[in-house]
């Protein structure tokens, strides 16, 4: 039933995500704002076909936590599933890409039209300042940045790897720092077709406020993150011990 139900989902994801995609080219020339309330719509109407079909639900936490303005959201990333729901979520959010992205047809233009933000990697040296730049321009207009720290998706239990991008981020911007911790990768693993039924939890962390140093607020972000989906995992594994499958296994490979 449920790998079913999981192919069910993934067939009208894409087919829904095709549709939107080609009727909603109008909105592509009247502006940043109307495409991201129509990026909004698509992402928020994908969790909901992912509540009513394989009966995972999102339930949130810490959203007193959001701020109302500009701001880095830093999220655990175990799953597709919070690159979906953390946009729903705030007022105007944008996503650190790569340039190639852009290129592609139909979904590039959206993600230009939503003013995402992206960086070329092929400039090497030169392109952390530029997507400083870019970062500090858009938080100033009062968009919520949001960024995987980690860089890729990681298998529930896998070591983290945090990278140092966010915190130079941090420090040039001196925005405010909100963690994310979730259990997203119990439900939906970065691979595999199926979805398993349950709760998932989303939860905003205190966040952490302007004024330390890359290495200070690297060590606390860590911290903060791993403890808090600790947390969430364990207590979702308690609620339900057939989730142990999408641990990491010992000794096992987590790439």
């Not at 003013?115 to 030169?126: L, P, S, W, Y």
């Amino acid at each position: 039933m449920i790998l079913l139900r999981s192919l069910a989902f993934h067939t009208t994801f894409y087919l829904w995500t095709t549709v939107l995609s080609l009727a909603g080219l109008p909105v592509l020339v009247k502006g940043r704002h109307r495409v991201q309330a129509y990026a909004k719509f698509w992402t928020g109407s994908s969790v909901w076909l992912l509540e009513k079909i394989c009966k995972t639900k999102v339930v949130w936490r810490g959203l007193e936590n959001l701020p109302r303005g500009g701001c880095i959201i830093a999220a655990k990333h175990q799953s597709a599933l919070e690159t979906l729901a953390l946009t729903t979520k705030g007022a105007d959010f944008s996503y650190i890409l790569k340039r190639e992205l852009i290129a592609i047809p139909v979904f590039g233009w959206y993600l230009k039209g939503a003013g995402q933000v992206a960086i070329d990697r092929a400039k090497r040296g030169q392109a952390l300042p530029d997507l400083t730049r870019q970062v500090s321009e858009a938080i100033a207009q009062g968009r919520q940045m949001i960024i995987f720290p980690e860089g890729t998706r990681k298998r529930v239990g896998a070591p983290p790897e945090y990278k140092s991008g966010v915190g130079y981020l941090y420090t040039d911007t001196g925005a405010v720092c909100v963690p994310v911790a979730l259990n997203t990768g119990l439900y939906w693993p970065r691979r595999g077709l199926s979805i398993h039924p349950g709760r998932v939890t989303i939860a905003f962390l205190d966040a952490i406020a302007p004024g330390l140093d890359k290495q200070s607020f690297l060590r606390l972000l860590e911290e903060r993150i791993e403890a808090g989906t600790a947390e969430l995992i364990a207590e979702a594994l308690a609620a339900d011990p057939s989730l142990k499958r999408a641990l990491v296994r010992p000794g096992s490979a987590v790439s």
